[in-house]
């Protein structure tokens, strides 16, 4: 799967091609979770985006996404804390990591 490669440049590029899928890309959540924790910011981002225009299909992946919480780069901390937001109970179990952003 691509978006394991050794290359970033081909990691990214297969994020941004599930990306565009829409629901297509659904079974692919796990794996795009899974770059939540790649080395490179750019890609870590696109993961998260991703998994945010995914609704309930994304649930299973809070986790990972309440991870982000605690990235270097601030844009990607607000964005897995608007994720959270949109996700009401099933977030609520990461409340405490929220509010803790909320001095960022």
Request: negative net charge; contains cysteine.
């Amino acid at each position: 799967e691509r978006l394991a490669d050794d290359s970033p440049i081909i990691r990214y590029m297969a994020c941004e091609i599930l990306g565009r899928r829409g629901e297509a890309a659904e079974p692919h959540l796990g794996a795009i979770a899974e770059r939540l924790a790649d080395e490179r910011g750019d890609i870590r981002r696109m993961a998260c985006e991703i998994l945010g225009k995914h609704g309930e299909a994304a649930e299973p992946h809070l986790g990972a996404i309440a991870e982000r919480l605690a990235d270097d780069f601030w844009e990607i901390r607000k964005m897995a804390c608007e994720i959270l937001g949109k996700h009401g109970e099933a977030a609520e179990p990461h409340l405490g990591a929220i509010a803790e952003r909320l001095a960022d």
